[in-house]
Antibody, heavy 124, light 108 residues
């Protein structure tokens, strides 16, 4: 079955750029949107944005000015860049797969499966 | 954006009982575009329900979802201690998709 694995630095300095990569194994990267979602320690979930295998993207307006999500289909990876980070960006970052758009309308946006998550701390 | 309010904040029940979790939206969610997730400590969320009432693959039929418009419910029958977790609802009817703040279910 499909598995997702996040990778990247666990510590980022304030004002710098957070960069994470999600590697997809056991399935195709085609016909799905691929999302980033974060969860500050002890708090709820926030959708950051997604990318289609074609490269088209959608972002949460609350983060849009600082976020870039991209995809590399040859490596079966997609990536997150978040610029100008502050302590408020400290969170567990998850990557997740959207539904198969060969079976569901393109506006469907639930998440299954998720990666295990990676904690990113913003601190000097 | 659509705000989802989940209630109760914490629910304490015994094994074998039924749990009823509520998710209320600040505006109507089109096409019943609502999902439910289970999150256990130090784990990623797991999809339980999508489309308000469709069970995800391999989810036991003890879990069921219902509702439409602004009011949705997750029902868990015959509670098992392994059902102890935080449960989140998520709407994807309007972008950005948003999550509720969660209901913590304790099985004692």
């Amino acid at each position: 079955q499909v598995q997702l694995q996040e990778s990247g630095p666990g510590l980022v300095k304030p004002s710098e750029t957070l960069s994470l990569t999600c590697t997809v194994s056991g399935g195709s990267i085609n016909s799905h949107y691929w999302s980033w979602i974060r969860q500050p320690p002890g708090k709820g979930l926030e959708w950051i944005g997604n990318v289609f295998y074609s490269g088209s993207t959608n972002y949460n307006p609350s983060l849009e000015s600082r976020v870039t999500i991209s995809v590399d289909t040859s490596k079966k990876q997609f990536s997150l860049r978040l610029t100008s980070v502050t302590a408020a960006d400290t969170a567990v970052y998850y990557c997740a797969r959207g539904p198969d758009l060969e079976w569901f309308p393109a506006d469907n946006n639930w998440f299954d499966p998720w990666g295990q998550g990676t904690l990113v701390t913003v601190s000097s | 954006e659509i705000v989802l309010t989940q209630s109760p904040g914490t629910l304490s029940l015994s094994p074998g009982e039924r749990a009823t979790l509520s998710c209320r939206a600040s505006q109507s969610i089109r096409s019943r575009y609502l999902a439910w997730y289970q999150q256990k400590p130090h784990q990623a969320p797991r999809l339980l329900i999508y489309g308000a009432s469709s069970r995800a693959p391999d989810i036991p039929d003890r879990f069921s979802g219902s509702g439409s418009g602004t009011d949705f419910t997750l029902t868990i029958n015959r509670l098992d201690p392994e059902d102890s977790a935080v449960y989140y609802c998520q709407q994807y009817g309007r972008s950005p998709c948003t999550f509720g703040q969660g209901t913590k279910l304790e099985i004692k």
